[in-house]
């Protein structure tokens, strides 16, 4: 069956700190791959998406991604994290073969001021 | 800006009593898609559907069904419902399956007593 991991639970940083969240999905075929976030008390929103193309995408905030075809992986990554970056991370994948999106179990940031 | 809207933010129901929840979106998207959020677990698809009357099993359909009527309005009931079924709803629309982000809504935290 197809899956989605993220290997880190919960994760915490200081301030100005890098951050690399891993996503990892056990599918061969065609697939899209997407970063979301949840702020506290908020709607999950699209942080980056990759389709093809460039491996290394940006998204919103400064976060960016970097798809690895050959690790089947998607890792989050940010250069400096920010108190506001507190959160839920979750990565997902849409597969050509399943026609359905399935979400990883999230990664709780929290960033201390 | 794409709105999709739930119902109730907090529901709570006693076992076995017939629950409906529902999704709107304004965006004229032919994805919809219906999720619970549990903590550890992350998004579970429930049910989804790309037009309207037609609907497709997710990963965890047993105990719900779906209705999709209209376009803009995708319905989840649980026809009896049960304690584990206590969880958060999430519902998402989205343009094209796979080629697009998913939006969300802000989720029915559901307490089944």
């Known amino acids: 069956a197809q899956s989605v991991s993220q290997h880190n639970h919960h994760v915490i940083l200081s301030e100005a700190a890098s951050l690399e969240l891993g996503c990892n999905y056990s599918?061969?075929?065609?697939?899209?791959l997407f970063w979301y976030v949840q702020y506290p008390g908020q709607h999950l929103q699209l942080l980056l998406k990759?389709?093809?193309?460039?491996?290394l995408v940006k998204g919103i905030k400064g976060f960016e991604a970097e798809f690895i075809k050959s690790k089947f992986s998607f890792n989050l990554r940010k250069p400096s994290v920010q108190w506001s970056d507190t959160a839920e991370y979750f990565c997902?994948?849409?597969?050509?073969?399943?026609?359905?999106?399935?979400f990883g179990t999230g990664t709780r940031l929290k960033v201390l001021a | 800006d794409v709105k999709v809207t739930q119902s109730s933010r907090y529901l709570v129901k006693r076992t076995g009593e017939k629950v409906f929840l529902e999704c709107v979106q304004d965006?004229?998207?032919?994805?919809m898609f219906w999720y619970r959020q549990d903590p550890g677990l992350g998004l579970r698809l429930i049910y989804f559907?790309?037009?309207?009357?037609?609907?497709e099993k997710g990963d965890i359909p047993e105990g719900y069904s779906v209705s999709r009527e209209k376009k803009e309005r995708f319905s989840l009931i649980l026809e009896s419902a049960s304690t584990n079924q206590t969880s958060m709803y999430l519902c998402?629309?989205?343009?094209?399956?796979?080629?697009?982000?998913?939006?969300f809504g802000p989720g029915t935290r559901l307490t089944v007593l």
């Open positions: 998402a629309s989205s343009r094209e399956p796979g080629l697009g982000e998913q939006f």
């Open positions: 559907s790309y037009d309207v009357k037609m609907k």
């Open positions: 997902a994948v849409w597969s050509s073969g399943t026609y359905k999106y399935i």
């Open positions: 965006m004229d998207h032919e994805n």
């Open positions: 599918y061969g075929g065609t697939v899209n």
């Open positions: 990759y389709f093809s193309g460039d491996p």
